[in-house]
């Protein structure tokens, strides 16, 4: 099977976790979009949806889906995004499109957070796929340095503003054996905003290839 079909069958099989009624947390990336797809064929069963990304606002009010602001819903039932990267713990490294931040917000607020991926991403240890972090621009450097001691090699995404006017470093050549106490660590730098690591709030449930896959 293709990438792309392996993402559009994830994106579609997402689609049916959606309960009537209800607002659904919406990632970002390409897999995502065809879940945009998927979600505005039911536009008119949902509430609306709350955005991780100006991209996906995009997306959702082209198909005439409501966008609401996260302080205003409380808690989501339902959260769906993809992933750079899935361990077989469902851990996983985010933030290839650079919208972690909001990602991890939106993950953290919702009850059910269903990763859709194709089977490219699946990884026995994460690393591979470089590591990103969200940084205040004054702090790049410091962050740099941090990383570059804890045996990391850290690539300033030059170029990259994120939806929050922040930079983004890509940490190569970590093999993540503890991704857990790794994501403590880094949170505790100041100046960082947010590690691409979804490891203390994994995803719940995973759909690989438009497959849900078994829990470990
Ligand atoms: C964006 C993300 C995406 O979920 C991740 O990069 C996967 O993207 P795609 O579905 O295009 O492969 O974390 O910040």
């Known amino acids: 099977m293709s990438q792309a079909d392996g993402k559009r069958l994830s994106g579609e099989k997402a689609a049916e976790y959606v309960q009537p009624g209800t607002i659904v947390g919406v990632g970002t990336g390409s897999t995502v979009a065809f879940f945009i797809d998927a979600l ?3 536009k008119h069963e949902i509430e609306g949806a ?3 990304s100006e991209q996906s606002t995009r997306l959702l009010k082209q ?6 602001d996260l ?3 409380g808690p989501l039932d339902l959260y769906v995004d993809g992933a750079d990267e899935c361990d077989p713990h469902n851990r996983l490294i985010k933030g290839g499109g650079g919208a972690l931040t909001r990602e991890k917000v939106i993950a953290e607020a919702s009850r059910q957070f269903v990763c859709i991926i194709d089977a490219s991403k699946q990884v026995d240890v994460l690393g591979k796929f470089p590591l990103p972090i969200e940084v205040i ?12 001691e804890r045996g990391g090699q850290p690539v300033w995404r030059e ?11 890509d940490v190569f050549n970590w093999r993540i054996a503890d991704p857990v106490a790794l994501e403590r660590d880094l949170n505790q730098i100041p100046g960082v905003v947010t590690i691409g690591l979804f490891a203390a709030r994994p995803a719940d449930t995973v759909i ?9």
């Open 40 to 42: 505005a064929r039911r």
């Open 50 to 52: 709350v955005s991780s």
């Open 63 to 68: 198909h005439g889906i409501p966008v609401l």
């Open 71 to 73: 302080n205003a819903t």
């Open 137 to 148: 621009p004054m702090a790049r450097s410091l962050v740099g340095r941090a990383i570059a």
């Open 159 to 169: 170029g990259t503003v994120t939806d929050n006017g922040n930079w983004i470093l």
């Open 208 to 216: 690989v290839d438009g497959t849900l896959r078994a829990n470990r």
